[in-house]
Nanobody, 124 residues
């Protein structure tokens, strides 16, 4: 059974940067899809971005140009580089895994394996 563990969260100032890591165990990353999601207090969880291959990524509009997802299949890790952070990026960030590829018609329910989440707080 796949297990995911996020790390790298913390406190950052607006305009600053953080890099989150998602370590996958129990399953190879290669050929599978990992998504980054976040949930702010009092709000629904939302998709931040998704990677289905070394060059296949999708981002929500509000993070395009600021956030970058990368993956290292040899280390079984996925990264979320977050630059130009804004207070509205404050949330618990999760990574999740689904087997195979991705399409825009898939939702969070299509990701069966989730990490515990890591808190990101951006101060103004």
């Amino acid at each position: 059974q796949a297990q995911l563990q996020e790390s790298g969260g913390g406190l950052a100032q607006a305009g600053g940067s953080l890099t989150l890591s998602c370590a996958l165990s129990g399953r190879a990353l290669s050929g599978n899809t990992v998504g980054w999601f976040r949930q702010a207090p009092g709000k629904d969880r939302e998709t931040v971005g998704v990677t289905w291959s070394d060059t296949g990524m999708h981002y929500r509009n509000s993070v395009k140009g600021r956030f970058t997802i990368s993956r290292d299949n040899t280390k079984n890790k996925v990264y979320l580089q977050m630059n130009s952070l804004k207070p509205e990026d404050t949330a618990v960030y999760y990574c999740a895994l689904r087997g195979g590829g991705w399409s825009p018609f898939l939702g969070q329910a299509d990701f069966p394996s989730w990490g515990q989440g890591t808190q990101v707080t951006v101060s103004s």
